[in-house]
Structure formats: C-alpha cells, structure tokens
C-alpha cells in the first residue's frame, strides 16, 4: 500500500516541469542517533537536500517565475519508520528541507511510489534498491557515501557509459537516464560559467582521449554542457573521486 | 621533495585499481590503430603540463583578460574545429615520445615510460579544441585533467606527477610547495633548432638541483664567504632542491637505455649549467651529485659568465634556473627556459634585493 502526504510547508511545484527527486529517508535522517527531543541525526543525503535547495533558490533569484525546478520526494519504507511519520514531517520542518511529499510504502511497493510520483531520478545508497528500481525503468544512482559539499550539487557522468554503443533498442530506463541529462542541462544554462550551484562533471575512466572528447560531444548534443572533464585512461580513480567529491554518479555501472 | 616513484610496487593495490587498468589496457589492445597506450601511473615518470605551456594561447589569453571568461569560451568554442599552434612545451613533449618509442623497442612489455598529462584550469567545453589540436599533431596525450577553475594541485598528487610546467606562476610555487617539481615556462624570443632524436635537459644547480643554501651564503655574505664555505664543506653534500627528483627520474630511464648497450645512442642527456667554478666551488656539486648516486652527463662551470651563449650551443628542450635573470638570458638567445620560483633568489634581481610590496590582506 503506498500513501502520499503533501508537505503543506512547500509550494508544490509545477507536476510537467519540475525534474522530480526521490530519496529514501533513510539516507535523509540517522534515525538511529536522536537525543531527547525525538530529532534525529543527518545522513549521508542531508547536503545531497542542502544542494539542490541551492539550485532551487538560485533558479527563483535568476526568474522568481522558474518552473524547471527540482521535486523532492522522501521515501519512507521502513514499517519501523512509517509509525513515526509524524517524526519524519516534524524532523523536515525543523531542518527546513524543502520535500514536496512524504511517501509511505512497503519495501515490495516502494517502486509502484516511484512510479506514481513520476520520480525522474531515484537516489539510493542501497545498491540492490538502485538496481532494482532501474530494472522497472526508474533512473536509478547511488549516493555518494563521502561528505559532499552543501554549497554546490555536483553532479558525476561516468564517460564510459556514455558512449558505449546502444546494441538494442533503448530501455525504458536508458530514456529515463537521457530525459533527466537533457533537464539538468537545461536548469544548468540558467547560470554563467563562474559560481553556478550546479557543476557537471565527466569522467572517462577506460578509454583514452578519444573516449573523453566523444562522451563531451555526446553529452553536448544531448543539452548537457560539461563544467570539468577528467580522463584517467587506466589510472587509479578513488583518489580522483575523493577529489571531486560529487553528490551521485551517473551513468555508472552499478559494479564497483 | 616529491618522492621518486620508480621503486617498488606498494603492497597492496585496490582491487578495483586493477579492474580499471585491466579495462583500460584492453580498450586500448583492442583499438584498430597502433596508439601506444598510457602507462601504469605508478611506474610511469609522468609530467604534467597546462594548456598554455602545450600550445600557444597567447591571443586567445588577451579575450579572457579583456573580454571575460563567457567570451573567451564562446571563441574557443567557435574555433574548435582551428587546431591551436604549437606553444613552449610543445618540442619538450614531442622529444618525450621520442624517448618513449625507443623504450618500447627495448623494453615492449616495461611500463616505466613517460607518461605525458595534460593539466588546465580550462572549461571542458575548451577542452573540445584542446583534443582536437593534440589529435591534429598526434601527440601521446591520453589523460587530462579540465578542472573548470580548481586548482589542479590535487589532481597533480592523483597522477603521482614527477614535473609540472604552467604559465601560471602561483600555480607553480604552490605545487614546489607540496613537493612536486615544477616550473614555469617562457618561450624564447627566436627559435633554435632542436634535436629530434634525443631529449636534452639542462639544470642550474643551486635552488634547483641543490637546495638554495649556498645561495643564501652568497647573497647574504658574499663571494669570498661563499668560496670559503663552499672549500671547508666540498665533503658534506648539499641539501635537495626541487628538481633533483626529476633527474633522478630522467636517471633511471637512462640507466634501462644502458643495460642494453645503448649509451652511446642514448636518446637522453642531461647536463648542469652553473654558474659556480669548477676550480672553487665546484667539486661539492659534483660530490653531492654521487653521494646520491645520480650522474649527469655533462657539467658546465662557467665561473660567472652568462649561460645564454653556452646554452644557444647545447640546445635543450628545456632549462631550468632558479633566477629570472638568467631565464632572460637564455630567452634572449633562443633556450626555452622554465624557472623554479624556490629560494633565497627569489627575493633578488640582478644581485639587488626586490623591494617586496606590502602584503595584500
């Protein structure tokens, strides 16, 4: 059974045009660690939130009237957690996410509520949730478990899946993956190139020069205009990683 | 300093280090063309040069300075498709690849080679006409860094970069900083042929092989101090300076060039060109150079006199110096000339102490 709640505190946003963003609440809060006063600690997601609320405000300071703006959707299975509901709203409004709704679903519907809330991306650090919600045609990426800046969302292409050829027909999922690209494209060109709240990233970690300069092509083709381009052609990619610090990886295979 | 890389493999290497390099050398074994593929960074001797140094920018600089960042993006944009001309570094690279081919003759299976790796501050979207120009001369570039305006110091550690050569020269002395040799480049005012089939490097000695220890002696106490020190210490070697490591690095590649007999035709030589004199101060530098166990092939002590006249004759694909004054000199007479900003000589033109402006808060 899945239950929507809209959060009353938001300005719902326009259903056509807002590029909607699910994440579980379990990455959101650290249920685990509350004091006294039933607030519960940040998770991993938290400056993931504090990021695209940047993006968000910066779109309504370029055009108050912005449309193309990001959703945020909290995905609540935990039964443990569903019976404190209330607590999740309450722990929203205290750290003034701005989360449109509140899904409550069973681990078996959670992908029906992804469904229904027309999610365009699905973030999870559950591997197995990814893969899983990616398999019924959400595009699916995994958190990024290091700390992340809340001032900028950066946002990670991984080159190789970029290119690679399209042997059959494109999946449900692979149109999802190209509709969200060509959305972040598009909110991106509503900064210059200096101090915008979004940065996108392309890193090809296999092929060489070659590789790097088609997926920049590709992507630029497809309304996405790469900030940073890195090409490691072999080399070792976690310290690189550990440097660009960016929110979610695109593209990615899932393996690693 | 930066710590030479080229020992041995660290114990322990990720898993998905390998996976990725396994992926890699089969991308690159499986394409159609006979490109080289890059070498394992760990045993690589990798240099790292900016956009500036690898090509010449210098018109499209002047649209950023006067017209802002947006315009100079759109140009180069516009221009993509223009493959740029070549810039300082430019025959330093292509004697590297020279040097690289040899190695593969000799040693196909070794992965100690130059690994050559393309560092710029630049928008990706620059970056289209940056491949598009390293694909027009060919060059073995197959990893860069496009950091969009970050500093790149960090990436330069990721590639476990040996020598770092940029325009800019903060960058420059930031990198020194974090222990990893580098300097900045100038182009000359004419251009001397240069050898297609063997890579020339030439060194000063103090501030930038050696430590500036000497220097500060000289420039503190004068010559005759300094000859006196440098008599009463001839024993006890100097201290490292920023680019040691690198020749120690040029050392190692030689060394494999020499196992296999090759010395006479080795396609690297390296030389010292100092202004100490070979009858006083001297025989320390030479001393500190084999308590390290590296050699150099040719040292030059000219007592003094201006290096540009010796260096028009030697030709190298680059010279290091610590001080501007001799960079200008090289410059003048046609020696592309990178300058280590380390030391004491830093804070003098021409012998004269520089009146430091007051420090911006």
């Not at chain 2, 000199?329 to 004269?352: D, F, M, N, R």
């Given at each position: 059974m899945v239950s929507t709640i809209q959060n009353t505190d938001v300005k719902q946003k326009d259903a056509d045009r807002a590029v909607v963003v699910a994440v579980t609440s379990r990455a959101v809060f650290d249920c685990g660690a509350e004091d006294g006063d039933d607030v519960y600690g940040v998770g991993v997601a938290f400056p993931l939130l504090q990021a695209l609320q940047r993006v968000n405000e910066r779109l309504l300071e370029e055009n108050p009237a912005e449309s193309l703006l990001f959703d945020v959707v909290l995905i609540t299975t935990d039964s443990q957690q569903q019976q404190q509901s209330s607590r999740i709203i309450s722990n929203t409004r205290h750290y003034g996410l701005e989360i449109s709704r509140f899904c409550f679903s069973s681990e078996e519907d959670f992908i029906e509520s992804l469904l229904t809330n027309h999610v365009d991306l699905f973030l999870s650090t559950d591997r197995s949730e990814a893969a899983q919600a990616s398999h019924k045609g959400v595009f699916s990426a995994?958190?990024?478990?290091?700390?992340?800046?809340?001032?900028?969302?950066?946002?990670?292409?991984?080159?190789?899946a970029v290119i690679r050829p399209d042997t059959d027909s494109p999946s449900a999922s692979q149109d999802a993956a190209q509709s969200f690209s060509a959305q972040l494209g598009e909110m991106r060109q509503r900064f210059g190139l200096l101090h915008s709240p979004l940065s996108i990233v392309l890193v090809t970690s296999r092929g060489g020069r070659e590789s790097c300069g088609t997926a920049l092509r590709t992507l630029r083709s497809r309304g996405v205009s790469v900030d940073e381009a890195y090409c490691l052609a072999g080399a070792p990619r976690s310290p690189f990683l550990s440097l660009l610090r960016p929110h979610f990886l695109l593209n990615n295979d899932l393996e690693d | 300093m930066s710590e030479i890389k080229l020992t041995k493999s660290a114990p322990t290497e990720d898993n998905g280090e390998e996976k990725d390099w396994a992926a890699a050398?089969?991308?690159?074994?499986?394409?159609?063309?006979?490109?080289?593929?890059?070498?394992?960074?760990?045993?690589?001797?990798?240099i790292a040069v900016s956009s500036r140094t690898l090509f010449n920018m210098v018109k499209e600089r002047k649209i950023y300075q006067d017209e802002g960042l947006e315009k100079y993006?759109?140009?180069q944009m516009e221009h993509e498709n223009e493959p740029l001309m070549p810039g300082a570094a430019f025959p330093f690279v292509q004697a590297l690849m020279n040097v690289n081919s040899r190695l593969r003759e000799l040693y196909p299976d070794s992965e100690e080679l130059f690994d050559i790796v393309l560092m710029t501050n630049n928008h990706a979207q620059v970056g289209v006409r940056l491949i598009n120009s390293i694909n027009h001369y060919d060059l073995s570039i197959e990893r860069f860094c496009m950091t969009g305006g970050e500093?790149?110091?960090?990436?330069?550690?990721?590639?476990?970069?040996?020598?770092?050569?940029?325009?800019?020269?903060?960058?420059?002395?930031?990198?020194i900083a974090e222990g990893i040799a580098a300097a900045t480049m100038f182009t000359a005012d004419t251009e001397n042929e240069l050898s297609k089939t063997q890579l020339r490097v030439a060194f000063d000695g103090d501030a930038v092989l050696f430590s500036d220890e000497s220097e500060i002696i000289v420039k503190q106490h004068g010559l005759d101090t300094f000859f006196e020190h440098e008599k009463e210490f001839e024993n006890k070697p100097l201290a490292q300076g920023p680019l040691k490591c690198f020749l120690e690095a040029l050392g190692k590649l030689q060394r494999k060039f020499i196992a296999k007999n090759e010395r006479l035709n080795c396609p690297i030589r390296t030389?010292?060109?100092?202004?100490?004199?070979?009858a006083s101060s001297g025989a320390r530098v030479l001393k500190t150079l084999r308590s390290w166990g590296l050699e150099i092939d040719e040292a030059l002590f000219l007592a003094g006199a201006p290096k540009g006249p010796l260096l028009e004759k030697i030709k190298p694909h680059i010279f290091f110096d610590d001080q501007m004054f001799?960079?200008?000199?090289?410059?003048?007479?046609?020696?592309?000339?990178?300058?280590?900003?380390?030391?004491?000589?830093?804070?003098?033109?021409?012998?004269?102490?520089?009146?430091q402006p007051p420090k911006k808060e």
């Open positions: 995994l958190l990024n478990r290091k700390v992340a800046s809340s001032e900028q969302l950066r946002v990670l292409f991984c080159g190789d | 050398k089969a991308f690159f074994d499986n394409l159609k063309t006979n490109k080289p593929r890059p070498p394992k960074p760990r045993y690589a001797v990798t993006v759109a140009y500093s790149p110091i960090g990436y330069l550690k990721a590639y476990m970069t040996n020598l770092y050569l940029s325009k800019d020269s903060d960058k420059v002395t930031e990198a030389f010292l060109v100092t202004a100490r004199s070979a001799h960079i200008e000199g090289a410059q003048e007479l046609g020696t592309i000339s990178a300058h280590v900003p380390y030391g004491i000589g830093q804070k003098y033109h021409k012998g004269k102490l520089i009146e």
